[in-house]
């Protein structure tokens, strides 16, 4: 079985400053792992994935996530915050299925 | 253009009447999902399709039944709608389960009273 943890509900940060998103996941395999974000009245978008390649993993909208098998996370991050970033984000691991996170609200303060 | 349609996108019914969701996607995708997102529930998936006339049941299917007939349909129906099924259903599919992202539709917001 597999499982992701969102550890946090709500992050709030200023426009310019860093952002960081923690997921930590547990999977009998090695699975791939995703980061979605929805925006309000929509559905999901990717922003990046890691399927066992680079650890470091780019995504779009200057958002990066690093796989930390030690770990067992997968935090997104990005340097600075922008207005438009401000949206629901989800954790996702796949492996004989996919399991999604309970979702991390990113408010971004001006 | 090419994507992932669901359709209502709102939709009021009242408890104990049939309602499908329909969703059609223009890629021939091979899986299709459906879910629903409650809030602090993240999305669990109610059920999914590898392949036309090949379905399966996700983490929630109690009360949901789907078909799958051609590549490009996958139709969700609440035989009997109650007022638990209140949330919002969002449509999914990806040509390969592991290893490439899901494309969402924009989701149906159902209500039931």
């Known amino acids: 079985a597999q499982s992701v943890t969102q550890l946090d509900s709500h992050v709030s940060v200023s426009e310019g400053t860093p952002v960081l998103l923690r997921c930590n996941y547990s999977?009998?395999?090695?699975?791939?792992l995703f980061w979605y974000v929805q925006h309000p009245n929509k559905g999901l978008q990717l922003l990046l994935k890691y399927t066992s390649a680079a650890t470091l993993v780019k995504g779009i909208n200057g958002f990066e996530a690093e796989f930390k098998k030690s770990e067992t996370s997968f935090h997104l991050t990005k340097p600075s915050a922008h207005m438009s970033d401000a949206a629901e984000y989800f954790c996702?691991?796949?492996?004989?299925?996919?399991?999604f996170g309970a979702g991390t609200r990113l408010t971004v303060k001006p | 253009d090419a994507g992932i349609t669901q359709s209502p996108r709102y939709k009021i019914t009242e408890t104990g009447r049939q309602v499908t969701l329909m969703c059609h996607q223009t890629w021939s995708h091979s899986y299709m999902f459906w879910y629903r997102q409650d809030l602090g529930h993240g999305l669990r998936l109610i059920y999914y399709?590898?392949?036309?006339?090949?379905?399966d049941k996700g983490e929630v299917p109690d009360g949901y039944v789907v078909s799958r007939s051609k590549t490009e349909n996958f139709p969700l129906t609440l035989e009997s709608a109650t007022r638990s099924q209140t949330s919002v259903y969002f449509c999914a599919s990806t040509p390969d389960f592991h290893n490439s992202p899901l494309h969402f539709g924009n989701g149906t917001r159902l209500t039931v009273t």
């Open positions: 996702v691991v796949s492996n004989n299925d996919m399991r």
């Open positions: 999977s009998s395999y090695s699975p791939s």
């Open positions: 399709s590898a392949a036309a006339d090949i379905t």
